[in-house]
């Protein structure tokens, strides 16, 4: 929008120390409004139904974060101004609330007040019932006050504030705000990188935590009774109450399992993440999608970053959005409307795409007003840092046929079922029977109210009878509340439940254990493993708690003896998984699980090698024989030629010896040319993969040669692009990076997850130098054990062809120029008073001087290059991709 102004400046001087502003008067012309539109500045609407207009642009307001609307439907815009500026940053050094109105009815802005500055890492806007306007800051909640009604607030007041830790990345401590109708107050707290936190309230309450997940906290409204709501959050980076008083929160994902997600939070929930754990996500004592016994199930899979939310019913839109969510996507630059249905006690949903725009499009937060137009905010650039850049959208029905009534905020929550339901259990307002019925019910949030009725004093015969009871739903829910309440008998209860024969309760129990530091318990955790349904999950889960009962660990937690509690000392004592596998009376599914987790095998390669040459089952032999691959030397290597080139051995253990071969320093590797004429396809195209650095010996170059001319034992067209790319680069015509329709196209075929993961660790993929899964591997960048679950063909593809494309935030690279001329590059930079921090590939962190620093700053392509899949051909990539899938749903 460009503005003829007239500008008058009316400058006003407050005593209160912490406020300079100026308010503004325009007089405009504005762009002549397109309605109904489809597109707008590259902005897309898939709606014909709504319109969509541009308020405001740069530089009448940049990097805009929250937004509010008052009574008088005056639109306040938090205007972000410390958000990691850059060093020659020309704005403000405080962010700034703006106050918009259009005072003559035309539907346009015409008036401009900056309402409060002087805020540090400002992030979100809310109205309370009150009428109130409070900002959330990183660390603190303010309420502002304009007592004089001049459009100018005068007076500001702390209602809750972060005491710990002493410095915040702003995205991942105090996020976003919201009130019910009642009037309580709702904060999203971020997990704080597992740093200690406590949040204080304005009558001196306090809650706390240390490597617990983010929290959603609820508070009186002027700030007193701090109490923890719901727990087990990545990021709640938005939350809002739909009309029937539930609470939707948006929470972005953690760094290698989504995917991000909107969440229904109730009271006492937990719903998985502790960065206890670190933040990859993937751990045993972590759940995300309720897979742990006591957690919550999200109620709809979101796109990357999701930001901002709104409940429809305050919109003037068509009917059809009754009873649904906005939601913006900061990452794909979208709008999406989710439409969601009931599911038991809570809510399930799906996705619809209502705005779409291009790379200069990131909506945030949205907010009504009492038309029922909606309006948000657009940071516009995919980068972190203020960069002065910046909109406000408004968008509108331009179809009235059928429009919703816009209900007013705050108004008293509509009945419902499920709520009622909720409620009565709650508030244990149930017979019995009902209370029964509830722990066995097919829906994790009427259980989750049943535990939390069954702890009540009124039913504590009937928690006394659902310890022993024969349903094991039952029992858990026992289990769970007990482990809500205060009791001497916990250790007792635990002990008996490590023996339980459903294994979700000894999982449960496990975690129990580990949690409280029953150490007293440690002879007999082993018992978890020994009922029915063992699991490699629950293997884990007990190994965890054997870690979590170490002495040392005890003490350093209980001490807080690290700033961030992913830096305590978590592990096993020594020689534990080598004397479980070498001891002959370990079952040997407990052996199979504990292979793949020694962290040096070469200090056990006897033992391996000699449980190798026992083993008869091929699952089994191919865990040891990835286990040994982690090492080299030459009596290991020995060891898999012999398997390789034995005809009579199972096929997929051939062909994974082979793979493991390949990683030794084996000087008899000629012997592998004969392989190429193998009749079996996993054998000869392993075969080609081991000799491809290799193509410029005679003779492995004319027997290459020879196959692909004569052709091969087994016809293989994966290994006939083998041949091709070792020998002559030749890897077939393909489409460009971009075309990622193409490309899925030209990969329609089956792959093979065995020969995929052989491909992942490979030295032409090199995915596993930077990459891990299910724990080996590299960790410069997210860990893809879970992949397959938060990205479909389409977004894998994209991440390998285009990785530049979309980077999460806590993989963004950055770089270090020395005076002297060198240059590095990784990630988790941190910039001291005296030297700068840098993670890197291969050194780890590295310490810089700032004395011999030449430039620091964002690297503007990811660390991940572009052209890897160069070194791969057709095949190995749809093998690559069938491996990514293969946890889809794990």
């Known amino acids: 929008m460009d503005f003829d102004r007239n500008l008058k400046f009316i400058a006003k001087g407050v005593g209160c120390g912490w406020l300079f502003f100026a308010a503004i008067v325009w007089s405009c012309t504005q762009e002549e409004p397109v309605t109904p539109i489809q597109e707008i500045h590259g902005v897309r609407v898939l709606d014909s139904r709504l319109s969509l207009s541009r308020m405001l642009e740069d530089p009448d307001i940049v990097t805009p974060i929250g937004i509010a609307v008052d009574a008088e439907d005056r639109v306040y815009v938090l205007e972000s101004h410390t958000h990691l500026p850059p060093n020659d940053y020309a704005g403000p050094s405080f962010d700034r609330i703006k106050r ?183 751990h045993p004592y972590l759940s995300w999608n309720g897979e742990l016994p006591g957690t919550l199930p999200y109620a709809v899979a979101l796109g990357e970053a999701p930001s901002g939310l709104l409940n429809t019913n305050l919109t003037a839109f068509p009917d059809d959005f009754k009873d649904q969510l906005l939601c913006s996507i900061w990452e794909e630059s979208r709008v999406v409307r989710i439409n969601l249905a009931d599911h038991g006690m809570s809510v399930r949903g799906e996705v619809e795409v209502v705005l779409e725009g291009g790379v200069d499009f990131r909506p945030v937060a949205f907010a009504a007003d009492s038309k029922g137009n909606v309006y948000f905010t657009d940071w516009v650039m995919r980068y972190y840092p203020n960069h002065g850049k910046g909109r406000v959208w408004k968008l509108s029905a331009n179809d009235h046929s059928h429009p919703l009534v816009p209900e007013e905020a705050y108004q008293a929550p509509r009945a419902h079922p499920s709520q009622a339901k909720w409620m009565a259990l709650r508030e244990g307002d149930v017979s019995p029977s009902v209370l029964e019925a509830a722990l066995r019910s097919w829906d994790a949030f009427e259980r989750h109210a049943a535990v939390l009725a069954l702890g009540m004093t009124k039913f504590q015969t009937h928690l006394q009878a659902a310890l022993t009871s024969p349903n094991a739903l039952e029992r858990l829910g026992a289990l769970l509340a007990k482990r809500r309440m205060p009791s001497e008998d916990g250790v007792t209860l635990a002990r008996s439940f490590l023996s339980d024969p459903d294994p979700d309760i000894r999982t449960a129990a496990l975690i129990w254990v580990g949690e409280e530091g029953f150490s007293g318990l440690s002879a007999d955790i082993a018992r978890a493993l020994s009922g029915p349904g063992f699991s490699v999950d629950l293997f884990e889960t007990y190994l965890e708690t054997v870690k979590m009962l170490q002495p040392a660990f005890l003490q350093a937690y209980q001490q807080i003896s690290k700033p961030n509690a992913k830096q305590l000392p978590r592990a096993l004592p020594q020689g534990f998984l080598s004397d479980l596998i070498a001891d002959a009376d370990t079952p040997t599914e407990w052996k199979s699980a504990a292979l793949a987790l020694l962290e040096n095998p070469l200090d ?163 995915c596993a130098g930077c990459h891990a899964y299910a724990g080996l591997g590299g960790d410069l960048g997210p860990d893809l054990s879970h992949v397959g679950q938060s990205k479909d063909r389409r977004g894998l593809l994209s991440s390998l062809l285009l990785p530049s494309q979309e980077v999460s935030p806590e993989w963004q690279g950055w770089f270090i120029t020395t005076k002297d001329g060198k240059r590095y590059e990784g990630r988790q930079i941190d910039v001291g008073d005296s030297d700068i921090k840098l993670y890197t590939q291969h050194a780890g962190f590295i310490s810089v001087l700032k004395s011999e620093v030449l430039d620091y700053g964002l690297v503007d392509q990811s660390l991940m290059p572009e052209g890897l899949l160069d070194q791969l051909t057709d095949q190995d990539i749809m093998d690559l991709l069938a491996f990514l899938e293969s946890e889809k749903n794990g």
């Open 100 to 282: 918009f109105a259009d005072t003559n009815g035309d539907g346009q802005w015409d008036e401009l007040l900056v309402f409060a500055d002087s805020i540090t890492e400002g992030l979100n806007l809310a109205i309370s019932p009150a009428g109130e306007l409070h900002v959330i800051t990183s660390r603190e909640v303010w309420v502002l006050y304009d007592r004089d009604g001049d459009g100018i607030s005068e007076e500001r007041r702390l209602l809750v504030g972060l005491e710990r830790p002493e410095q915040v990345y702003a995205h991942a401590a105090m996020l976003s705000i919201a009130f019910d109708a009642s009037g309580h107050m709702y904060l999203g707290r971020g997990n704080t990188g597992s740093a200690h936190w406590v949040l204080a309230g304005s009558d001196g309450s306090k809650v706390s935590g240390y490597g617990d997940g983010g929290n959603i906290v609820r508070a009186d409204a002027d700030g007193s009774n701090l109490e923890i709501f719901s727990t087990g959050y990545w990021n709640p980076f938005d939350l809002k109450f739909d009309s029937y008083g539930r609470l939707m929160v948006a929470d972005n994902d953690p760094d290698s399992r989504g995917p991000n997600r909107l969440v229904h939070a109730v009271e006492g929930s937990d719903f998985g993440y502790k960065s206890l754990f670190g933040g990859s996500g993937i």
């Open 604 to 766: 056990h390669r006897d033992v391996l090698v000699r449980l190798l040459s026992e083993e008869e089952d091929a699952a089994r032999m191919i865990d040891l024989i990835r286990t040994l691959a982690r090492s080299t030397d030459p009596v290991v290597a020995d060891v898999f030629a012999d398997l390789a080139f034995d005809p009579g051995m199972d096929t997929e253990v051939r062909a994974e010896a082979l793979w493991a071969l390949g990683r030794q320093s084996y000087t008899e590797w000629q012997n592998v040319i004969s392989l190429l004429q193998s009749s079996e396809e996993a054998i000869a195209i392993e075969a080609a993969r081991f000799l491809r650095f290799r193509s410029n010996d005679p003779a492995t170059k004319q027997a290459m040669v020879r196959v692909l001319e004569d052709g091969s034992s087994c016809d293989s067209e994966g290994l006939r692009q083998q041949l091709m790319l070792s020998l002559y680069q030749d890897r077939g015509k393909r489409p460009e990076s971009s075309d990622l329709a193409a490309w899925q196209a030209l990969l329609d075929g089956q792959g093979d997850v065995f020969r995929g993961r052989r491909v992942f660790y490979s030295a032409a993929a090199t």
